[in-house]
């Protein structure tokens, strides 16, 4: 995930529906996206992995988000 993907991300994450399990909620703004896309990056950086775009090849255009996360459940470290 990069800061260029803030636009084409936005009618994914700023959906509500879309993201209702995500614990952040959707994103309001683009200035929410650009702070999520920061804390992506700050994770990769930490841990070595995080989230990566989806691109449908035969259009190249951006269609999601994948990826794993470091996540403390039950004061266990995880990767989810």
Avoid at 40 to 47: L, S
Avoid at 63 to 75: K, M, N, S, Y
Wanted: hydrophobic share 35%; glycine share 12%.
């Amino acid at each position: 995930l990069q800061s260029d993907d803030r636009q084409a991300l936005f009618p994914i994450t700023g959906d509500a529906q879309v993201m209702q399990h995500w614990t952040t909620g959707h994103d309001r703004t683009l200035a929410d996206v650009e702070k999520r896309l920061t804390r992506a990056h700050e994770h990769a950086t930490r841990y070595g992995f995080g989230e990566w775009v989806m691109i449908e090849k035969s259009r190249g255009e951006l269609i999601g988000f994948c990826g794993l996360q470091h996540q403390v459940l039950d004061g266990t470290n995880r990767v989810g």
